[in-house]
């Protein structure tokens, strides 16, 4: 596979580019070939940062990010974000099966569960979830405000998938087995 848009090289950028790049070298240890490619167009990088970073500071937390993302790339086919979920959510403490369970929105934690089956539900369905689906979300004991939080994750992980789908983002990190090889 080769990019369709070639990243940038760290180097080569300056101001507030080079801000952000650096901060995810310092945070993540590189600088991930979606955020150089992303890059290509300040806007967009700035736009994947100040989201990602409100997200950040919800109520939901990392793990649960991780999770709802691992959902949404799976369900969307995105390999790129597949594999960078699972390295970050590997930093985070979320264990493997519990990354793998996430591909089929499914936990041994019954909030969880129900957090991500509303994420595979507005991705299938573009948004436009049933009032059952939004009810069984909150009886798992989700708030309104958490509720919107959720939908933000689903936008952000959207936003990426798409982004690396159309830019060919070669994956920096190992993509996990297709499930039907894991079920095998």
Not at 10 to 23: F, I, M, P, W
Not at 64 to 76: C, K, Q, S, W
Not at 114 to 141: Q, S, W, Y
């Amino acid at each position: 596979m080769t990019f369709r848009i070639a990243p940038v090289e760290t180097s080569t950028t300056s101001g507030t580019v080079r801000q952000q790049l650096d901060g995810f070298q310092a945070k993540l240890g590189t600088v991930p070939a979606m955020m150089r490619t992303m890059a290509t167009s300040p806007a967009v990088l700035d736009a994947y940062v100040a989201l990602s970073g409100a997200l950040g500071r919800g109520t939901l937390g990392g793990k649960l990010g991780e999770l709802v993302a691992t959902t949404v790339a799976e369900t969307n086919g995105c390999h790129y974000c597949l594999a960078a979920h699972a390295a970050i959510g590997g930093l985070l403490g979320v264990k493997a099966d519990a990354l793998h369970d996430a591909r089929t929105a499914q936990s041994a934690d019954p909030r969880t569960a129900a957090a991500l089956r509303f994420a595979a539900r507005l991705t299938e369905t573009r948004g436009h979830v049933t009032d059952a689906d939004v009810a069984a979300v909150r009886a798992a004991g989700f708030t309104d405000g958490q509720i919107g939080e959720l939908v933000g994750h689903v936008a952000l992980n959207i936003f990426t998938n798409y982004f690396n789908l159309t830019a060919g983002t070669v994956p920096d990190f190992p993509v996990p087995a297709p499930l039907a090889e894991v079920a095998a």
